[in-house]
């Protein structure tokens, strides 16, 4: 108890530089928790996606379509439960700046095989029956106020022209990583369009979406697919819906990368940062040291008492700076919004903040508690003067 | 504290022979005398702010690495045209009729052998396979006409020849040889039903152009079965020309295309990754600041207590309480400084690294690297100036404040 209460007096001694060193802390924890944050809504997608869903694209690259005429093939694959198809849109609203996903999707089977995305029944039934009806996410819904009803136009980067929709249905996640900002639209009413527009581009898919009876059958209906279009037009590259996230995550590691260095690097700032206080702190209490050796405290209660002062300010500061990672995540969430549908701190986080505060407190240790426990006590006494 | 005395006092000594002569500056000897006293505390405090001005400086270093990259690509006297709304010229998308009629236009410049220099090409994009690893990226490859090297004189041929018109040759660029399977000179990639054999290596300095496969536009438009044009790139006879040219092209009927110069649409190309390397580099500074300033204030007021009675007896010199503050704000400067020129130290280093990422606009491979300039080291050290200077205000505000008496019985 008595060790308790020494290091808590010693803590508070000087007041205004534990202070700094707390708030420092509580900076840096933060700051580490937000980054591995954000890393880790950089890996949402691949997070998000089910290992039952194999993805078929063109073999060349995505720029490239497969013919309408592969589905029925791919789907008298053995091990397939449904396939359907996707064009990725890149539809501009009003302005670049509030970019979101948009796709072509075959309304029904899609729909089936994305159960993640809900919607209540008649909305999916009014969505299925109107050919210029889409679907939104509930936070991309509340983003641009959209109500069901509304007309929504976009304006075509590949497929050129004004586009309009009937926002018929607003989806909610199934879980809290789902995409809520994606729009959807009927393949049925691109491809029409398209035949008018310029006939050449018709009848084209950007992604086959193909769900599995088994998960394990993957890796077979993946070589089984790619083997059937193996020397044709359109080659097939088949994954599944994982890797071919994974895929976009990996051409962007260099970032993720950049981003995960920097959060370590921030640690070793605080951590430089607590050394200082702490060493400062034992420099001025040597003949105190002394004393109380000369009292006939043991080494180790003087170590005890120096490591549990650094140790404590180090979690008062990163449980503030846990706590403070809440607020300050849920506004970066609605701030980035458009690049990172899913932004929140998961548990994970939470522990590897307090085991980085945790780390630096007892690094920040290290060279005053050997000072203390090491020292003489005649040339402790003698600095009193 | 008697240590303190013993450096302090042959310190006083000096003060005092100057004293005579300047009056109440004190000198800036003592500051930096200060700091190497207490040289573990300066340089624990001093790292952490090194730390900060190397990311600092990184971040800046590689937004200009991005906008160098981007202003070598294009060129002011390039128009590129595309069709509208399309973005880039992977998705853009113009038939042989639309390129005839603006091949038409008086403006485009015309070459040395007596043809116009303009070039009609195909952009798109295959998945090829980094050297080393499984990991695919998408590498640009461009269909070229005969005018294409000429309207690009930063891209120049390092090695073998250029492809064959009406050949399955292709040339890659050096970033693409040395870093994709199948890229190096006398290899081959398959793509299209064709085999396609690299038959030289062109060096296109830091532009984007390092990143590309190039070969025959008809060739490639007949393997990619894709009968269309990306893009008409051409060079203006008179810069000045542009505004009226853009004006026709974009209001002829026959013609659903946009003009761009060729500089403004590489910029517009690479916004969105210039935004978020500034969002990220701009709040990652203002944190790591935050944590380093904490250091530097937790520092200087140390160094404040541990030198009350040495403060008194300043004052009970003659000092002012302005030269008091002075000197302290020096002392912090001069840390923030050490730590500057630290950091930045390290940060030059990180010119040897080149950044390969995606683009998010073009979904095309984007490679770059940290650029040093004068006005970043500049600025950097004028930012961990800064940083010295707000960390240090408190506390000096705190030394000149104080009683001499009590400050002299401090001791």
Redesign the interface.
């Known amino acids: 108890m008595f060790i308790l209460k020494l290091i808590i007096r010693n803590a508070f001694r000087h007041k205004?530089?534990t202070i700094?060193?707390i708030?420092?802390v509580a900076?840096?924890v933060?700051?580490f928790g937000l980054l591995r944050t954000l890393v880790g809504a950089w890996y949402a997608g691949v997070e998000s996606s089910s290992a039952s869903r194999l993805v078929t694209r063109n073999?060349?690259?995505?720029?490239?379509t497969l013919p309408i005429s592969y589905q029925e093939k791919i789907r008298s694959v053995p091990g397939v439960k449904g396939v359907s198809h996707a064009n990725w849109f890149?539809g501009?609203y009003i302005t670049?700046k509030n970019f979101f996903p948009n796709f072509a999707v075959d309304a029904r089977t899609y729909l089936d095989l994305y159960p993640e995305f809900i919607l209540s029944p008649q909305e999916k039934k009014s969505f299925i029956v109107d050919r210029k009806g889409c679907v939104v996410g509930r936070s991309l819904a509340q983003r641009f106020g959209w109500n069901i009803g509304d007309v929504v136009t976009l304006?075509?980067?590949?497929f050129?022209g004004q586009w309009e929709f009937v926002v018929r249905g607003i989806y909610r996640g199934a879980e809290k990583s789902t995409d809520e900002t994606q729009l959807f639209f009927h393949w049925d009413y691109l491809n029409e369009t398209m035949k008018k527009m310029s006939p050449?581009r018709a009848d084209a898919v950007g992604i086959y979406v193909i769900g599995l009876k088994d998960p394990y059958l993957a890796a077979e209906v993946s070589l089984a697919i790619d083997g059937m279009f193996k020397?044709s037009?359109a080659?097939t590259?088949t994954e599944t819906e994982r890797s071919f996230q994974m895929?976009?995550v990996?051409?962007?590691?260099?970032?993720v990368i950049?981003?995960q260095i920097?959060s370590y690097?921030?640690i070793?700032?605080?951590m430089?940062?607590a050394?200082?206080?702490m060493?400062?702190t034992a420099r001025e209490r040597i003949p105190e040291y002394a004393t109380m050796k000369t009292l006939g405290f043991g080494p180790w209660h003087i170590a005890g008492a120096v490591f549990g002062e650094s140790i404590a300010i180090a979690m008062i500061g990163g449980t503030v700076g846990v706590a403070l990672s809440f607020p300050a995540g849920g506004w970066i969430g609605r701030e980035l919004k458009q690049?990172f549908p899913v932004f929140s701190i998961s548990t994970m986080t939470i522990a590897l903040d307090l085991l980085a505060a945790f780390v630096v407190g007892t690094v920040a240790a290290l060279f005053p508690t050997w000072r203390g426990a090491t020292i003489n006590i005649a040339d402790g006494l003698r600095?009193i003067? | 504290m008697p240590e303190r005395f013993y450096t302090s006092n042959s310190q006083l000594r000096t003060l005092h022979s100057e004293l005579s002569l300047k009056i109440m500056s004190i000198p800036f000897s003592y500051s930096f005398r200060n700091l190497w006293t207490r040289r573990l505390t300066t340089v624990l405090t001093a790292s952490g702010m090194a730390l900060v001005v190397f990311v600092f400086a990184d971040t800046l270093m590689l937004a200009e690495g991005l906008r160098k990259t981007l202003v070598e690509t294009g060129s002011s006297d390039n128009v590129i045209v595309i069709r509208k709304a399309s973005e880039s010229e992977v998705q853009s998308g113009i038939d042989r009729q639309q390129a005839a009629i603006v091949g038409t236009q008086p403006e485009i410049a015309v070459g040395r052998n007596g043809n116009q220099l303009l070039a009609r090409e195909i952009v798109v994009l295959i998945s090829l396979t980094k050297r080393g690893t499984d990991k695919p990226a998408n590498v640009v490859i461009r269909g070229i006409g005969d005018a294409s090297l000429a309207l690009r004189p930063q891209v120049g041929l390092v090695a073998g020849r250029m492809p064959r018109p009406g050949s399955s040759e292709v040339i890659a660029g050096d970033s693409v040889a040395r870093r994709f399977r199948g890229g190096g000179i006398g290899e081959t990639l398959r793509f299209g039903m064709r085999d396609w054999m690299v038959v030289g290596v062109f060096e296109a300095g830091t532009t984007g152009y390092s990143s590309e496969i190039w070969g025959d536009v008809d060739q490639l438009m007949q393997a990619f079965r894709r009968p269309v044009y990306s893009s008409v790139l051409f060079k203006l006879r008179d810069s000045s020309e542009f505004d009226a040219l853009k004006v026709r092209i974009e209001s002829d009927p026959r013609l659903t295309l946009e003009a761009k110069r060729e500089t403004r649409y590489y910029s517009d190309q690479s916004e969105m990754m210039a935004t978020f390397l500034r969002i990220l580099g701009i709040t990652l500074t203002i944190i790591f600041s935050l944590g380093a300033m904490i250091g530097a204030m937790i520092t200087m007021y140390a160094a404040v207590a541990n030198r009350t009675a040495e403060i008194g007896t300043l004052r009970a010199m003659g000092f002012r309480r302005r030269s008091i503050l002075i000197s302290f704000l020096m002392e912090s400067i001069l840390l923030g400084l050490t730590g500057g020129c630290v950091g930045l130290f390290f940060a030059s280093f990180m010119q040897l690294i080149t950044i390969s990422t995606m683009n998010w606009q073009t979904f095309s491979e984007l490679a770059f690297s940290f650029t040093l300039t004068g006005t970043i080291a500049f600025q950097s050290l004028l930012f961990s100036m800064i940083m010295g200077l707000i960390g240090g205000v408190l506390p000096a505000i705190r030394a000149s404040r104080m009683n001499i008496t009590e400050a002299l019985r401090a001791s």
């Open positions: 205004l530089r700094l060193t708030v420092g900076i840096a933060m700051a073999a060349i690259s995505l720029v490239f890149g501009v670049e304006k075509g980067t590949i050129p050449r020397n037009l080659e590259l895929s976009f990996a051409m962007t590691d260099a970032i950049a981003i920097v690097v921030v070793v700032i605080i430089v940062v050394a200082n206080t060493a400062m690049f600095r003067g």
